[in-house]
C-alpha cells in the first residue's frame, strides 16, 4: 500500500503528525544550540548556580526524546509508511537520539565547572574552549539548517566543517599538555580539561551524523552505502575468472 492509497483523512493526520515530530525535534535541537555556549561561558566564569541551572534543564529534553521516540515508532506501526516516508520517520528516530546525546554533552561541560572551581584556566586555553565552543555551536545549526531545508549539499559538506573543530581539538589538547608541563595547571584539571575538548568533539560528531541522516532522508544515501559497495566490488573482482 502506497500513500495514495490511503483515504484522505488518514493522509492528512499522517502528515500532521510528522510536522508535529519535525517541529518537535527543532526545538530540542534548538536547545542545544543555545546551550553549547551557555556552558562555555559557565565554564569559562565557573557559575555554578547557570551550571546548575543547565543540568536541571536536560530532563525535560531527555523526556521529550522518550516521547518522540515512542510517537515514531507508533507510526511505523500504524501507518507502515513508504519510501520518503519511511525515510523520514527512520531519520527522525536516529535524529532524536544524536540530539538528545548531544544535550547531555552540553551538561557534561557545564558540570566542568564544578570540577574544576578555584582553579584558573590560562588564557591560551580559554581561548581555545572560546574557539571550540563557537565550532560546535555552528556545526549544529548547520546540520539542523540542512535538516530544514531538507538540503543533501549542506548536510555533505558537514563533515568538512568538522575537520576545523579537529583541529582545535588537538592544538587544545598539546596546550593543555604544555601547561601541564609548565606548572600552569594540575594533573587533575589537566584531565578535566581534556575530557571537555572531547565533548565538544562529540558534538561536533553528532552534527556530522545529522549530516548524514538528512542525506539518507533527502536520497536515500547513507555512508554505509559506500563501504558495501567496496565489499561488492572485491567479491565481484575476486569471483570473476582470469582472463585468456
Not at 581561548?127 to 539542523?144: D, K, N, P, S
Amino acid at each position: 500500500m502506497t500513500d495514495a492509497d490511503l483515504p484522505l483523512d488518514v493522509r492528512r493526520g499522517f502528515h500532521h503528525t510528522l510536522e508535529e515530530i519535525r517541529q518537535e525535534m527543532v526545538h530540542m535541537a534548538a536547545l542545544v544550540t543555545e546551550g553549547i555556549p551557555r556552558a562555555t561561558e559557565t565554564l569559562l566564569s565557573q557559575d555554578l548556580a547557570e551550571a546548575q541551572a543547565i543540568v536541571d534543564g536536560d530532563d525535560p529534553l531527555d523526556a521529550k526524546a522518550v516521547e518522540l521516540e515512542e510517537t515514531c515508532y507508533q507510526v511505523l506501526a500504524l501507518q507502515q509508511p513508504m519510501a520518503s516516508d519511511l525515510r523520514s520517520i527512520v531519520t527522525a528516530v536516529r535524529m532524536i537520539a544524536e540530539i538528545e546525546r548531544s544535550g547531555d554533552l552540553v551538561v557534561n561541560i557545564a558540570k566542568s565547572a564544578r570540577r574544576i572551581l578555584g582553579n584558573e584556566i590560562p588564557a591560551r586555553l580559554r581561548g581555545l574552549i572560546g574557539q571550540m565552543g563557537e565550532e560546535a555551536t555552528t556545526l549544529f545549526r548547520v546540520a539542523m539548517d540542512s535538516y530544514i531545508d531538507g538540503d543533501a549539499a549542506l548536510a555533505a559538506a558537514i563533515d568538512d566543517l568538522d575537520d576545523r573543530l579537529d583541529s582545535l581539538h588537538r592544538d587544545y589538547i598539546q596546550e593543555i599538555f604544555r601547561a601541564n608541563h609548565d606548572g600552569d595547571i594540575s594533573v587533575q584539571v589537566a584531565i578535566q580539561l581534556a575530557l571537555v575538548g572531547r565533548y565538544y568533539e562529540r558534538i561536533g560528531d553528532h552534527a556530522v551524523n545529522i549530516g548524514e541522516r538528512v542525506r539518507y532522508m533527502v536520497t536515500g544515501w547513507l555512508p554505509e552505502h559506500t563501504g558495501a559497495a567496496r565489499v561488492a566490488a572485491r567479491r565481484s573482482s575476486r569471483d570473476e575468472p582470469p582472463r585468456g
